[in-house]
């Protein structure tokens, strides 16, 4: 053990079957309410919980922590399970893992251990960042400003991604005294803040990614962190997130499929077998699916390791090496999205050639899947992601490590 690691040690693996043996029976409780939970429109505050208990949210804190020291890789492998039982799970634990995958990257010292101990006890971390209503692209209207010995925040935020079951939200703003951008990190459960869970998307119905008001707010002046110091890899960090979320609907999907392939009694006469497990056409269907979640799964894990190289060389020394492996991290990960993005909603559209008129009908709920992959696909625009890298591979233009959305100038 180098003398770095002995003061600051880092996550560079765990044990990856012992690990995901701990929370596969978790997995399975939360797949088996999966279908209820999309036909009732209930939120997962129960599984979230079950969860938290298991100490989930800590899989990426360092061993001498408490935590389980996964390496990125591995997180991505756990989220793509958990997204196979219920894929608004995962995304509602984004705004977490990116938060503590910031902590992670901090200075050594006594607000990164407070953190660390945090996330061991079971806290979790929502996320508030999208300006509501006519905002210019780049303005912050969410303020936070100083208040004696703390700091109260005022402001309203969209997209506030599982912050309905989180004990703290990550918060941009805007200081007033300076104007700089900082992380406002809120404790949740106060007078000043009130959640709403009015997502009205057609997929991902249960991520809690509503509105967020905040009244003055109070936010500690620890709690006060600038936006400056934020990771460097955020951006392929959410992006990875949302891949392992793509790949688990694709497993739950194939799942799905053969599961109603395997038990179908009604066949077609001009068909090609006496029962459909049988049947070559629809083999190949099950077959051709199989193969894009493969990919799909494939291209996110691989994906992901740049952003561990990226974690470790922060801590390296060397500024050109941790540019180079942050640059790789960014462009590996939209790489990936331009396929998965594609290879998921193939799979999940092209399920339904391996089954029947009745397997439409909303009791199945087999739509959840494509629904959902559709909406996780639109995040962060496939567009731009392909030019990006398209520019890079031919200019070598370095990607961009964070962007903003807003109004643009009125149309003359």
Known sequence: MTEQHVINPLSTGADYPALAARFRPIFQRIAEGAVEREHSRTLPHEPIQWLKDAGFGAVRVPVEYGGDGASLPQLFELLIELAAADSNVPQALRGHFAFAEDRLNAPPGASRDLWFKRFVDGDIVGCAWTEIGTVAIGEVVTQVSPDGDHWKLNGEKFYSTGSLFSDWIDVYAQRSDTGAAVIAATRTHQPGVVQSDDWDGFGQRTTGSGTSRFTDAVVETENLIDFATRFKYQTAFYQLVLLATLAGIGRAALSDVAHQVRNRQRIYSHGNATHVSQDAQVQQVVG??????????????????????????????????????????????????????????????????????????QGKALDRHWRNARTVSSHNPVIYKARIVGDWVINGTEPPFVWQIGNGPAKS
Request: net charge negative; aromatic share 6%.
């Open 288 to 361: 051709e699916v199989a193969a894009l979640v493969y990919a799909a799964q494939a291209s996110a894990l691989k994906a992901a390791v740049p952003a561990q190289q990226a974690y470790l060389a922060r801590f390296g020394g060397n500024d050109v090496a941790e540019r180079e492996a942050n640059v790789a991290a960014e462009i590996e990960s939209a790489t990936a999205q331009v396929v998965v993005s594609d290879l998921i909603q193939r799979a999940t559209s092209q399920l339904f050639n391996a089954l029947g008129a009745s397997d439409v009908r």
